[in-house]
């Protein structure tokens, strides 16, 4: 069912959107709508950076859905300087400290021309599988080609009224990450660019003066070279971020931007960038929210800087698009949440598998199928989706104990409903791909499931009368209830017929007791622990003829 929000108070994509377009519509009526984000490729593009290109994806999506013509923007911070070699890189990587990331090599072995271009591959890829349609832009490319020449010569003869508008919040308190940001200082004055030096490349450089006249930019380097550079010709180096940011605002026309929470304190660069996109380049600011960050279970809040956080394309090896779409969609982007890498992605998976069937049913509310859809579609279409979408923990514990084998995991699959089989695996994908994967990377050696080859003869022969007739009645009703839910009846139906209680009885303390004793004997004597996978999917891996032989006391 595809939802289309006609206006507010859906959900908070749709109450952007309207915002959005009437804005769009005071500043340029019938203009493309613009909306943007912007990543630095300088280290791996984590998750909690995907929510800066999902919220104004999501509401870009949602304006193209009424009819508007909308543009995403993503700017690739490739001109940005490269700030430090990262763990597990050669330390000779040092000398490229200062070069704009497309002049660094890449970390050994990469395919990939240059620094920036390795990070930003499995971005861009991860983007197509979740169907974020945007305009890339490289700023190395714009700033090399000239395309900002006018607006750096602006930026240069107000330079006194920037310096005034940053000197405002220069006193106040200021994210850490932006306390020594370079925002254009120095000894012989305030000037917000600096060029990469036409020696060394690197921006290891002190501007010295400037004429507003000849446009003549003096500079000298860390590496020894001195000279004097003419920006109405010079296309080699950068505005200062603070400057750099809001000028592209009113370059592009932007009007939806969102922006990290440590980027909308006093003395930011949003805040302060509102304030230099009006008094210096005469476009307002863009609408921007603030988004919280993105957290994985376990782990503290992510940070590019260093090595091993996960990014989009770690999750889509454990998750299918269209989850990971509805996780960024249906929390709106002031509130943090955490995407799963642990056993919680299977609760996870039962959450969205439950939200589908209310949808099917049209029992689910507003906003959840609105998330929903956002989740599942764009404005292009539909994203491709599993066939037979069968619970996440029921193809994952297939997969830890066949360990992947095709054909041992379409037989236990077609047992799963022999009234209705899968009959290929391809209908069970991409989920199943998703599991397996989850499986081998995911879950710790310790914790694989591994059936027992022979019986445990010692366990057996130590069993009571209880417990061995709990097994025979088990054994006794196999061939009969082999499926999901028949063995699902029948391993819970054990101890109500030991206690004399009928099937539908409703569970007390005691009889939870009993089945939790009869299961956790089962585990020892399939798998040699006290838990495991579920056991009516545990039993259809291993089979009939496997689970008699050691179950049989």
């Not at 599988?129 to 602006?154: C, D, F, K, N, P």
């Not at 450089?205 to 930019?217: A, R, S």
């Not at 799963?340 to 939200?355: K, P, S, T, V």
């Not at 491709?384 to 193809?395: G, K, N, Q, S, W």
Request: one cysteine or more; aromatic letters at 8%.
């Amino acid at each position: 069912m595809r939802i289309v929000a006609e206006g507010t108070e859906v959900d908070w994509v749709s109450r952007f959107a309207d915002e959005v377009i009437e804005e769009a519509g005071r500043r340029a009526p019938g203009a493309p709508i613009v909306c943007a984000s912007g990543l630095s490729p300088s280290g791996p593009i984590h998750l909690g950076n995907l929510r800066e290109v999902m919220t104004p994806h999501l509401v870009a999506d949602e304006i193209r859905r009424r009819g508007h013509d909308c543009v995403h923007i993503l700017s690739w911070d490739d001109y940005d300087r490269f700030r430090k070699v990262p763990a597990g890189v050669d330390p000779s990587w040092a000398r490229y400290v200062g070069r704009p990331l497309t002049a660094v090599p890449p970390p050994p072995d990469s395919p990939y021309a240059s620094w920036a271009e390795h990070f930003k591959a499995p971005m861009a890829a991860a983007l197509a599988e979740l169907g974020v349609e945007y305009h890339g832009i490289s700023q190395t490319e714009r700033y090399t080609a000239g395309a900002y020449r006018e607006q750096i010569l602006l930026a240069m003869r107000e330079r006194a009224r920037i310096d005034a508008i940053l000197d405002r919040y220069r006193t106040k308190d200021r994210p850490a990450a932006e306390q020594t940001e370079d925002d254009g200082t120095a000894a012989a004055g305030y000037f917000p660019y600096r060029p990469y030096c036409s020696v060394c490349d690197r921006d290891l450089t002190t501007v010295t003066g400037y004429d507003d006249g000849t446009t003549g930019l003096s500079y000298t380097c860390a590496c020894g070279h001195a000279e004097t550079v003419y920006l109405r010709e010079h296309d080699r180096g950068k505005l200062v971020w603070k400057v750099d940011w809001p000028m592209r605002w009113a370059y592009e026309g932007v009007v939806f931007e969102p922006s990290g929470v440590d980027h909308t304190s006093p003395g930011s660069s949003f805040v302060v960038g509102g304030r230099i996109v009006t008094e210096v380049f005469g476009a307002p600011p863009p609408i921007g929210p603030m988004y919280a960050f993105v957290g994985i279970s376990g782990m503290a809040k992510m940070s590019s800087s260093r090595g091993g956080v996960p990014t989009p394309a770690d999750a889509l090896e454990i998750m299918e698009a269209p989850l990971l779409r509805w996780l960024y969609a249906r929390r709106r982007p002031n509130q943090s949440f955490k995407i799963a890498f642990d056993q919680e992605i299977q609760r996870l998976y039962d959450e969205w598998d439950a939200l589908g069937r209310r949808i099917a049913d049209g029992t689910a509310p507003a906003a959840d199928a609105a998330a929903h859809d956002r989740a599942t579609r764009t404005a292009a279409g539909a994203l491709p989706a599993t066939p037979r979408p069968l619970p996440y923990r029921t193809l994952a514990s297939i997969v830890d104990v066949t360990t992947g084998h095709d054909e041992q995991t379409l037989r236990i699959l077609r047992d799963l409903d022999p009234a209705d089989p899968v009959t290929s695996l391809d209908q069970t994908r991409p989920r199943l791909d998703r599991a397996q994967r989850w499986i081998t990377t995911q879950v710790p050696a310790e914790q694989r499931t591994r059936v027992r080859d022979e019986p445990d003869t010692d366990l057996l022969a130590s069993l009571g009368a209880t417990e061995r007739e709990s097994l025979r009645l088990l054994l006794d009703d196999l061939d009969r209830h082999w499926s999901l839910d028949g063995l699902t009846r029948l391993v819970y139906g054990v101890p109500k017929r030991q206690a004399g209680l009928p099937p539908d009885v409703k569970p007390t303390p005691e009889l939870k007791a009993a089945q939790r004793a009869f299961f956790a004997l089962l585990y020892r004597l399939l798998v040699g622990r006290d838990t495991g996978p579920r056991l009516p999917t545990l039993l259809l891996a291993v089979g009939a003829g496997r689970v008699r032989k050691l179950l049989d006391a």
